[in-house]
T-cell receptor, first 111, second 112 residues
Framework: GQNIDQPTEMTATEGAIVQINCTYQTSGFNGLFWYQQHAGEAPTFLSYNVLDGLEEKGRFSSFLSRSKGYSYLLLKELQMKDSASYLCAVSAHSGNTPLVFGKGTRLSVIA | DVKVTQSSRYLVKRTGEKVFLECVQDMDHENMFWYRQDPGLGLRLIYFSYDVKMKEKGDIPEGYSVSREKKERFSLILESASTNQTSMYLC???????????FGEGSRLTVL
């Protein structure tokens, strides 16, 4: 079966760093995505990891360990606008196979 | 700028009505998807399509059908809407190499 786990909710302070974890068990692995979704809006692409290691993109970084079935999204210098849901999704097979999504982590950034 | 457009942002329908949700993409993507999103349940795949006139069931196809007569358009049909189909419906497309999805703005359907 396919299973992706991530925390349901997290709260962090403006200016701080927060790490959102994602663990997965899937029948195959072709890459892992992180999406950001603000309330009432569509998900938007944040990052894609296919090899082990850290991918940095401005204030956001994403890490992958294929051997551990584990990823995290790191958000630095948190801003109020970072309050959103963060979705972890795995491409289990080829790019033509639908992504498997976790239920999402709702992040609240407080002053 | 790539775009996935859903025909209606908000709809209110009555139980038993037939509902059409339209989705158009301008990126020449082969793959298109329909998801519904509910609090606490995340994104759930209803149907997807790899090519014109092709369709595959997702995780929750019951009560839904789809149509893909042209590459750029993928329609979701609720033959007889029920209150448990009140949800946010998201259409997405992908090129098929990495599987990266591009989402539409979503259609929030309320069935009374």
């Amino acid at each position: 079966g396919q299973n992706i786990d991530q925390p349901t909710e997290m709260t962090a302070t403006e200016g701080a760093i927060v790490q959102i974890n994602c663990t997965y068990q899937t029948s195959g692995f072709n890459g892992l995505f992180w999406y950001q979704q603000h309330a009432g809006e569509a998900p938007t692409f944040l990052s894609y990891n296919v090899l082990d290691g850290l991918e940095e993109k401005g204030r956001f970084s994403s890490f992958l360990s294929r051997s551990k079935g584990y990823s995290y999204l790191l958000l630095k210098e948190l801003q109020m606008k970072d309050s959103a849901s963060y979705l972890c999704a795995v491409s289990a097979h080829s790019g033509n196979t639908p992504l498997v999504f976790g239920k999402g982590t709702r992040l609240s950034v407080i002053a | 700028d790539v775009k996935v457009t859903q025909s209606s942002r908000y709809l209110v329908k009555r139980t038993g009505e037939k509902v059409f949700l339209e989705c158009v993409q301008d990126m020449d993507h082969e793959n298109m998807f329909w998801y519904r999103q509910d609090p606490g349940l995340g994104l759930r795949l209803i149907y997807f399509s790899y090519d014109v006139k092709m369709k595959e069931k997702g995780d929750i196809p019951e009560g839904y059908s789809v149509s893909r007569e042209k590459k750029e358009r993928f329609s979701l049909i609720l033959e007889s809407a029920s209150t448990n189909q009140t949800s946010m419906y998201l259409c997405a497309s992908s090129l098929g190499n990495t599987g990266e999805l591009f989402f539409g703005e979503g259609s929030r359907l309320t069935v009374l």
